[in-house]
């Protein structure tokens, strides 16, 4: 009888409850080794005595018994260990009971998206237009630029200019199309801390009025021309994507590309039209997470479980921010809203708006957390079939507590760096830290990434356990390694 091999205590067990763990199976013997009845004595020339086939039925097998091996103890092995990554097989067809039930989970929610979005989108009515005119943007390229006092074109500098004179630019611009294509303009820039810095050879973009063509007036210089930078910037990423994922990196890419047109085609237009923000936000959202997660993860059981814990963590979200921004009293009028609502020429929702931001914000990184957490329960699960669901849920959760750490502090470090410029000019302000952070610009990112990161440490909890209530129902198909091992033991016996 072999002897237990003590298993060093897990101080991780001590909140969820420990995992079984044994010790390591015992060698098998070579087939070479004839197997001889107990109480028989060898004898010089002698055949091997053939085994029964009783005996042969009562040997242990890998794969049948996989709860208790010959010395009667467990034989299953720990469970590999797990880190932040969603690397994962195939996986296995789900059984009927699983299916049916995830079936009754989704499909109200899938139809209620369906129905929003056909609810929610503007059917027939016109494109909404800016009630601020913007100008036709024109490509053009600086051929010359110079430093001199603020003149006006035909204007001529008599005697020496004043010493507290400001200093302009003068640039030509040789326009690259339009109905003046290849004429060449002059425009006074001046030259001030909050302008961007134009020298011979930038490529820019001008603001054409529509009047006269020829006309230096008609056009005011806008920006640089960024397309060619950002699409090799785009190709690298899509590149690195393909290179590492493969066929799945691409599936990722082609779930972006679809995720960026519902946003293009009905979110923009729906909130300019006048819809409800949160609600068309919602809407979106779950088009977005279904198509997303589906196409990029395919069509299981474990993508079905990330699918229900976004959905219950993004209506926390938007739960949690609809109160506190009421309770806080944000109206989501900043400096760039207050821009909308001046070029949409009518009122729009502006805390709508806020809680919009806040649910399409938090929804890529609840992908990242659910999908992470079903993935690992499915391993946990296919690595030791014999666990209940409150193992699978203990030993789930202890690798989302790594994972949450990361998560939260991914979507605050994001949400500081875009409120960076607001940050600074509070420093700035001189007064005290509860006056700046009660301001209506900082306010609402403390709500926006409190509301997400709570949303996200929910996420956790809710995906593992309804992945370990849904892994612990599903039937798990026998190893590989079990199987042969089982094929070479039972060809062995047969010798």
Not at 235 to 244: D, Y
Not at 333 to 362: M, P, Q
Request: charged fraction near 15%.
């Amino acid at each position: 009888m072999t002897e237990d091999v003590p298993v060093p205590r897990d101080l991780s067990d001590d909140d969820t409850g420990p995992i079984r763990r044994v010790p390591p199976t015992p060698e098998r013997p070579e087939r070479s080794q004839v197997r001889r009845r107990p109480g028989r004595e060898d004898t010089a020339g002698s055949s091997p005595a053939p085994v029964r086939r009783a005996d042969r039925a009562a040997r242990p097998s890998p794969a049948r018994d996989q709860r208790t091996g010959a010395a009667g103890g467990t034989t299953r092995a720990d469970p590999p260990a797990h880190g932040h990554g969603h690397g994962h097989g195939p996986a296995e067809p789900a059984s009927r009971r699983v299916r049916t039930l995830l079936v009754a989970l989704l499909a109200p929610i899938a139809l209620l998206t369906v129905v929003g979005v056909f609810v929610l989108y503007p059917w027939g009515e016109p494109p909404a237009r800016s009630h601020v005119p913007s100008g036709v943007p024109v490509d053009g390229e600086i051929t010359s630029a110079a430093v001199g006092p603020c003149l006006a074109p035909g204007q001529v500098q008599v005697g020496a200019p004043p010493p507290d004179g400001k200093e302009c630019l003068t640039v030509e611009v040789t326009l690259s199309e339009g109905n003046a294509e290849g004429s060449t303009i002059a425009k006074v820039v001046p030259i001030e801390p909050s302008t961007p810095r134009f020298a011979a050879g930038d490529k820019v973009v001008l603001s054409y009025s529509g009047a006269q063509p020829e006309d230096p007036g008609s056009y005011q210089i806008q920006d640089f021309q960024r397309g060619t930078p950002l699409l090799l910037l785009a190709g690298l990423f899509a590149l690195a994507v393909i290179v590492l994922g493969r066929w799945r990196g691409l599936a990722a890419l082609v779930a972006l590309g679809l995720s960026f047109l519902v946003i293009a085609l009905f979110i923009l237009p729906a909130i300019l039209a006048g819809e409800n923000p949160l609600l068309v936000a919602i809407a979106g959202s779950g088009l977005i997470m279904f198509v997303a997660l589906y196409l990029t993860h395919g069509l299981s059981a474990r993508t079905s479980v990330a699918v229900l814990g976004t959905m219950i963590s993004l209506t926390l979200i938007g739960v949690l921010a609809a109160i506190f921004s009421a309770a806080a009293a944000l109206t989501g009028l900043d400096e760039n809203t207050t821009t909308l609502i001046a070029a949409l020429g009518h009122g729009i929702d502006a805390r709508g708006l806020l809680l919009a931001g806040v649910v399409i914000g938090a929804l890529g990184v609840l992908d990242d957390v659910t999908v992470t957490q079903t993935s690992a329960v499915w391993e946990l699960r296919r690595a030791n079939p014999s666990l209940s669901w409150r193992e699978l849920y203990g030993a789930g959760l202890r690798i989302g507590r790594d994972h949450v750490g990361s998560a939260v502090n991914t979507l605050v470090m994001a949400y500081a760096g875009a409120a960076l410029p607001v940050l600074l000019l509070a420093s700035l302000s001189g007064v005290g830290l509860g006056t700046i952070l009660g301001s209506q610009d900082l306010a609402q990112e403390i709500v926006r990434t409190l509301a997400g990161s709570i949303g996200i440490v929910a996420a956790v909890p809710v995906t593992t356990a309804l992945a370990a209530i849904v892994a612990s129902k599903q039937d798990v198909p026998a190893r590989p390694d079990a199987e042969k091992a089982e094929r070479a033991e039972n060809h062995s016996g047969t010798q």
